[in-house]
């Protein structure tokens, strides 16, 4: 993912508030192959919890997808 990539470009945040695992950290595992839900899920435990950051987890992976579609 190239440096000027809107997903990179975000601030840092924390999107599962139950485990606590920051945007910068789901984006880096994304970016290192695990570009599936269940494989973020099982690395983090997001989605475990609450379930509210599911929607937003969801929304990285489908962005990192296009945007590798378009490379």
Do not use: H, W
Request: charged content about 20%; overall charge negative; some cysteine.
């Amino acid at each position: 993912m190239s440096l000027k990539s809107p997903l990179s470009q975000r601030p840092d945040y924390l999107v599962c508030t139950c485990m606590g695992v920051m945007y910068s950290e789901l984006l880096e595992a994304i970016q290192a192959g695990d570009t599936t839900f269940k494989a973020l899920s099982n690395k983090f435990g997001v989605g475990t919890g609450c379930s509210s950051c599911v929607d937003e987890v969801v929304e990285m992976l489908n962005d990192y997808a296009k945007e590798q579609d378009t490379l």
